[in-house]
């Protein structure tokens, strides 16, 4: 769902965007949810790259998803 509402550039509630940048957080460092410590291998990105991005996005959505922090993002 999120996926192909990116995709399609389809307006997210805070919620969604709660969600995305979870899922987002555990694919890049979950060794059991994610890529984990193969993620260099499996994307040809650095972690030293993909930390810079991922702390981009995580400031960029900070107003968004603020009153998430902490909790689970359900409506």
Known sequence: ML???????????AVDW??????????FVSDLAGSGVEWSTTTGL????TIRTLRSIQRKLAGTVS?????????
């Open 3 to 13: 996926r192909v509402a990116l995709g399609d550039d389809v307006p997210l509630k």
């Open 18 to 27: 709660a969600r995305a940048l979870l899922a987002t957080e555990i694919v």
């Open 46 to 49: 650095t972690d030293e790259a």
């Open 67 to 75: 009153s998430y922090y902490g909790k689970r993002p359900s409506e």
